[in-house]
């Protein structure tokens, strides 16, 4: 998958295949669907939820440019796969989902592989997390109308964000940096993604 799915297309940055030669992503997957865990599509998790194609997760944590002294907020984290990533590559991450469910099991598997610094929230991850932040990366697995402004209020200076933005069918996955009171935006490319649900996602 490294070699054919993520360095063939493009994905230079060693720390991220490094990450994705660590993180087996088969444990987060149903036993059914494990034999395709390394195919690069998105698969089904349950509650009407998938687990992204892979080489968008690496394109995302490429763009993201996480460093090993970054507090990283993951949004949207589903089974808890790109959080395991972003444990690899990050000090710290906070990570947050809406449904119960699906973060208690990405708890329980984060446990299992000895992941310890990578937290699971219950919540609306399009209000973030206020009491954690800020957050020198903040990402998204979810597609939003437009950037919350609560994830830009918890951004540090010099901070980064990648979500991908637009409507319920399609988005672009945008690289947002934060300068003072400036952001910049740099379109990434088309992607579909499960809609982000919450006060400043969709409703």
Not at 3 to 21: N, S, W
Not at 60 to 66: D, K, P
Not at 137 to 165: K, S, T
Request: hydrophobic share 40%.
């Amino acid at each position: 998958m490294i070699e054919r799915h993520l360095r063939a297309r493009g994905i230079r940055d060693p720390r991220v295949c490094q990450a994705f030669d660590r993180v087996p992503r088969e444990a987060f997957l149903d036993e059914k669907h494990r034999a395709e865990a390394y195919a690069d599509s998105p698969l089904p998790i349950g509650c009407g939820q998938t687990i992204s194609q892979p080489y968008v997760v690496a394109l995302t944590l490429q763009e993201l440019s996480v460093q090993p002294e970054h507090r990283v907020l993951d949004v949207g984290s589903g089974s808890g796969y790109q959080t395991a990533l972003l444990s690899y590559l990050a000090a710290e991450v906070h990570a947050v989902e809406r449904i119960e469910t699906l973060a208690s099991r990405a708890m329980e598997t984060l446990k299992r592989l000895g992941v310890t610094n990578a937290t699971v929230h219950i919540g609306d991850g399009s209000l973030g997390l206020p009491a954690f932040a800020p957050f020198d990366r903040i990402v998204c697995g979810a597609g939003a109308p437009d950037i919350p402004n609560a994830w830009i209020e918890q951004l540090a200076d010099g901070g980064r964000i990648v979500a991908p933005v637009g409507p319920r069918d399609v988005q672009t996955l945008l690289r947002v940096e934060k300068h003072g009171e400036h952001l910049r935006r740099v379109d990434l490319g088309g992607v579909r993604f499960v809609p982000l649900i919450g006060e400043q996602g969709w409703r």
